[in-house]
Antibody, heavy 121, light 108 residues
Framework: QVQLVESGGGVVQSGRSLRLSCAAS????????IHWVRQAPGKGLEWVAV????????YYSESVKGRFTISRDNSRNTLYLQMNGLTFEDTAVYYC??????????????WGQGTLVTVPS | SYVLTQAPSVSVAPGRTARITCGGD??????VHWYHQKPGQAPVLVIY???DRPSGIPERFSGSNSGNTATLTISRVEVGDEADYYC???????????FGGGTKLTVL
């Protein structure tokens, strides 16, 4: 079955960096578009970034552009999110999610359980 | 940037019908997806492409989308349907994925 397992979260001081990972299994990772979506405590879902299956296309939300970098290693079936210049506002649970095969206009059909990033104020 | 607007909360009695709306400029021209999320859990897709149901989602869940409003309808609401519900679209003009603010469904 499709599985997405995030890791790498933790407590990090403001201004520092952190790298999240998302290990995928149960599907052809090499052909899947994958997203990062976050959720601040008690808040709604916020889309963060996406990478195409071939890494040719990457898109970011305005709130993280220039600070976060999404990447993937198809040989390891793993997605990454390099987060630099972290601030309190980046405190959230970070989910990786698979884009449905119908393309960009399709849904995010499978989600991991998330990893918590805490940046103390 | 494209914005989706949802009411913060909706309340309904068990057995009745709940309607959760998602407003956006000409959202009827986009493909809308709906997720529910229970406390401490990851979001789960319940409706995609406006009105399709993933396998395993009860027929009580349905969707529609026209004009400036998309609607998730839950018939014969059960206590287990209590959750936060989010709508989502892809904004092709910006290549951004957009979520509504979420609606908390309370089953009284």
């Amino acid at each position: 079955q499709v599985q997405l397992v995030e890791s790498g979260g933790g407590v990090v001081q403001s201004g520092r960096s952190l790298r999240l990972s998302c290990a995928a299994s149960g599907f052809n990772f090499n052909s899947a578009i994958i997203h990062w979506v976050r959720q601040a405590p008690g808040k709604g879902l916020e889309w963060v970034a996406v990478v195409s299956y071939d890494i040719a296309h990457k898109y970011y939300s305005e709130s993280v552009k220039g600070r976060f970098t999404i990447s993937r290693d198809n040989s390891r079936n793993t997605l990454y999110l390099q987060m630099n210049g972290l601030t309190f506002e980046d405190t959230a649970v970070y989910y990786c999610a698979r884009q449905h095969s119908s393309g960009y206009y399709g849904p995010l059909d499978y989600w991991g359980q998330g990893t918590l990033v805490t940046v103390p104020s | 940037s494209y914005v989706l607007t949802q009411a913060p909360s909706v309340s309904v009695a068990p057995g009745r019908t709940a309607r959760i709306t998602c407003g956006g400029d000409n959202v009827g021209g986009k493909s809308v997806h709906w997720y529910h999320q229970k406390p401490g859990q990851a979001p789960v897709l319940v409706i995609y492409h406006d009105d399709d149901r993933p396998s395993g989602i009860p027929e009580r869940f349905s969707g529609s989308n026209s004009g400036n409003t998309a609607t998730l309808t839950i018939s014969r609401v059960e206590v287990g349907d209590e959750a936060d519900y989010y709508c989502q679209v892809w904004d092709s003009s910006s290549d951004h994925w957009v979520f509504g603010g979420g609606t908390k469904l309370t089953v009284l």
